[in-house]
């Protein structure tokens, strides 16, 4: 059937339907037989049994009533950021045009780049109002614009912003006492399966709900928020939700919506948001001193394989390997060694790196802290003063010790370094750090150190163990090329 046939017939029977709807209606006598009239008017019997009703309803009220209490509190938050480019987009050209060398390099011009977030309201002091949000929302802007879900726009001001968890605190004034604060959770109690709610202004959207449930806990993503064990949601969460709220069934605020994954750029189901407990101390510390604070232990943590545990003889363990110790941090002065294995923190158990780097991170610089660490066969426990974090003293290099990571000679690894027909044991070197003592002892990636300080080590274990003996001065003997050196000795 053509195309304007199958139109003409479509609209003929609209109209005649459209005609017969309207007759019907206006009659209010039996048409034939026994078939009553059905009105359009008439409201059908629900489907569903009445006590299931009343539990959809009871549902529906409760995500009603969540909304209506948050809402108030989620705000849509407008940044601008200053840009520099250059304005002559040659001038980066390794040639030259006419003869003439681009000597400038153009010059640089500076626009104005706008985008939008969402927050959430999380304290009053005074007229001062707080809102929490995304460092990548409001990290580096030159002006925010805070609006309210009544319409309300108020200048905002940056109080503090930390790129390592990606939050940021933003302020505004305001002498309405009745802008609500939003009431915080506990995200300790998250667990997989609750129900729960992102509100903010997805696609500029503001004012948004989506409903979900969380599907995974401790999670981590790739160069998003280093140290945090984000929250997994299958709820909606589109571009400009970065900033708002994640929401529990108890009107409580249990994570900061913070990024996606994503092969199309929209919502997949896949949305992740940072636990509020990460969160709740870095409020005081930006209305303090306008960043966070962070302790400092001063160790090198790495994730091992569990064939690597057995080498160290800790098999089955759940903890934190500390490979190297920076000389003079609070670790090495409370006792902990290159090699040890952190298995508790103030009595709780370390289930893995990330979760150390957080609790340690949340120290308060001056507080003592209890670690239990396994050392060999041996479990140790120790104490150690928490100091703060200085981003001069935790990259200094030169006092990273021993400044590379030992691994065990495994069949795998012998393979790698050629050394398949050689009979010698020790332990293989590899991931040296430029500047450190191991730079300085001219050790390379792939020797075998097979001595410490004239005692031969055969194992992962007795490498450390040796090491953890040397204690003013240390020399290696270095299997390398088909021979054996001594180093030189460096001395600390």
């Not at 002559?88 to 985008?115: A, C, I, S, T, W």
């Not at 293989?428 to 990636?445: D, F, G, M």
């Not at 080590?457 to 090329?481: C, I, P």
């Amino acid at each position: 059937m053509k195309t304007w046939t199958k139109r003409i017939i479509g609209i003929t029977a609209a109209a005649a339907f459209a005609f017969a709807v309207v007759s019907f209606s206006c009659r209010n006598t039996q048409v034939s037989g026994t078939a009553d009239t059905a009105f359009a008017e008439t409201r059908a019997i629900s489907p569903i049994p009445a006590d299931s009703l009343k539990i959809i309803q009871a549902m529906q009220d409760s995500f009603r009533a969540i909304s209506d209490t948050l809402l108030p509190s989620v705000v849509e938050v407008d940044v601008t950021e200053t840009k520099t480019m250059r304005s002559n987009p040659l001038g980066d050209l390794p040639f030259f045009f006419f003869g003439v060398p681009n000597q400038n390099n153009g010059r640089e011009r500076q626009y104005e780049q706008k985008g939008l977030g969402s927050g959430v309201i999380v304290r009053r002091t005074g007229n001062t109002i707080y809102v929490l949000t995304n460092n990548h929302v409001a990290g580096e802007a030159t002006k925010i614009s805070v609006k309210l879900n009544d319409g309300r726009t108020f200048d905002g001001k940056l109080v503090g912003a930390d790129e390592r968890m990606d939050i940021a605190l933003v302020s505004f004034e305001s002498s309405d006492k009745t802008i609500p604060v939003a009431a915080l959770g506990d995200s300790d109690n998250v667990r997989t399966g609750d129900i729960c709610f992102a509100m903010g202004a997805p696609l500029g959207y503001n004012q948004s709900v989506t409903q979900g449930i969380i599907s995974a806990t401790g999670r981590s993503g790739k160069g998003i928020g280093s140290i945090s064990d984000f929250i997994q949601t299958d709820t909606a969460i589109n571009q400009g939700n970065s900033g708002g709220p994640l929401i529990n069934i108890y009107g409580e605020v249990i994570g900061i919506n913070t990024w996606i994954a994503s092969q199309s750029g929209g919502s997949q189901g896949l949305g992740f948001a940072i636990p509020i407990n990460n969160i709740k101390s870095a409020i005081d510390d930006f209305i303090k001193d306008g960043k966070v604070a962070y302790g400092w232990l001063g160790v090198s943590l790495v994730e091992v394989t569990d064939e690597y545990k057995e080498a160290l003889g800790i098999a089955n363990k759940d903890g934190a390997f500390a490979s190297q110790i920076f000389r003079d941090s609070p670790a090495q002065k409370g006792g902990i060694q290159p090699g040890d294995y952190i298995v508790s923190l103030n009595g709780k158990a370390v289930r893995d790196t990330n979760q150390l780097v957080r609790d340690v991170g949340n120290l308060k610089a001056g507080s003592t802290a209890s670690f239990e660490v396994l050392r060999g066969k041996q479990t140790i426990k120790l104490s150690v003063k928490i100091e703060a974090r200085s981003e001069n003293v935790s990259n200094d290099n030169a006092k990273l010790w021993p400044g590379f990571i030992a691994v065990p000679l495994t069949e795998d690894t012998r393979k790698e370094l050629k050394l398949e027909n050689v009979r010698v044991q020790g332990v293989a070197v590899t991931s040296v750090i430029e500047k450190s003592p191991a730079a300085s002892l001219r050790l390379q990636n792939g020797d075998v150190i097979t001595a410490v300080n004239g005692k031969s080590v055969n194992s992962l274990e007795q490498f450390y163990a040796e090491l953890g003996k040397a204690n003013r001065s240390v020399n290696f003997d270095v299997y390398s090329n088909g021979g054996t050196i001594t180093t030189g000795t460096y001395k600390f």
